[in-house]
């Protein structure tokens, strides 16, 4: 973290934009996805659909309530998501046969198809960032623990 201060005042200010943890987060979270974006264009995803459809190819089906808790994502924000996924021919929601309220999310063939192109994506990523794998796995833990934390 850069501290910056000022010669004739030596207590930093704790308001300084380069010592907010939410500014740094909030710059890192735009810049990853950025080094996602040309990694999943050809597959036809944006970065919180491939959210969705990693959170498929690891539990489908699922509730649009399951995934919505898994992804921590609002079902109002979840909605157009799946019905774009829906359009690309990736996956398909139909009312659950044990409960007519909720909506089952199954990945079609061709989206599970898709996950063969996807598991290129981890790998291509490390090796844009640059960043050697472990303080990657360090930076995912620490992140891990904030979200923690503001649950808490």
Not at 28 to 35: K, L
Not at 89 to 106: K, Q
Request: aromatic letters at 4%; hydrophobic letters at 45%; a negative charge.
């Amino acid at each position: 973290m850069v501290v910056v201060t000022n010669a004739a005042d030596p207590v930093p200010d704790p308001l300084a934009l380069e010592r907010q943890v939410c500014f740094a987060l909030a710059v890192a979270a735009r810049s990853v996805i950025g080094v996602y974006r040309p990694l999943l264009e050809p597959m036809g995803l944006t970065h919180p659909q491939y959210l969705v459809m990693l959170a498929l190819w690891q539990h489908a089906p699922l509730s649009v309530t399951d995934l919505s808790r898994l992804l921590q994502l609002d079902p109002g924000t979840l909605s157009p998501l799946l019905k774009r996924l829906e359009s690309a021919g990736y996956v398909t929601r139909e009312r659950s046969r044990s409960d007519e309220r909720a909506l089952a999310v199954t990945l079609t063939e061709a989206g599970r198809a898709l996950r063969a192109e996807a598991e290129k994506i981890p790998a291509a990523v490390v090796d844009r960032l640059g960043m050697p794998l472990e303080d990657l796995q360090h930076l995912h833990a620490v992140l891990t623990e904030v979200i923690a934390a503001t649950r808490s």
